[in-house]
């Protein structure tokens, strides 16, 4: 099984830059797709972005597209979230998962908080 902390989080102006990453361990990591999420209390999780066991983007939020980046580097355990040209909206806790292949739990992180406020 694979267990994930997420880090990177913070409090940044409008416009500004943020990288999360998300450091796993145990051994399915490279055979896991990996997700990051939002959630604002009362609010649904939102998927912000995925990406496959190689590398390929599987998904970005189209409110995410030309200013997040997910990544992933697998022979560190840890996949990246880039996001730059912050907005308001897009406070929230951000939380990572591992979706290894063939198993039928996916596992969470705890979650980072990013605050967007002038």
């Known amino acids: 099984q694979v267990q994930l902390q997420e880090s990177g989080g913070g409090l940044v102006q409008p416009g500004g830059s943020l990288r999360l990453s998300c450091a796993a361990s145990?051994?399915?990591?490279?055979?896991?797709?990996m997700s990051w999420y939002r959630q604002v209390p009362g609010k649904e999780r939102e998927l912000v972005a995925r990406i496959g066991t190689a590398g390929t983007i599987i998904y970005y939020l189209d409110s995410a597209k030309g200013r997040f980046t997910i990544s992933r580097d697998n022979a560190k355990n840890t996949v990246y979230l880039q996001m730059n040209s912050l907005k308001p909206e897009d406070t929230a806790v951000y939380l990572c998962?591992?979706?290894?292949?063939?198993?039928?739990?996916?596992?969470w992180g705890q979650g980072t908080q990013v605050t967007v406020s002038s």
């Open positions: 145990g051994r399915t990591f490279s055979r896991s797709v």
């Open positions: 998962r591992a979706e290894p292949l063939g198993a039928a739990i996916a596992a």
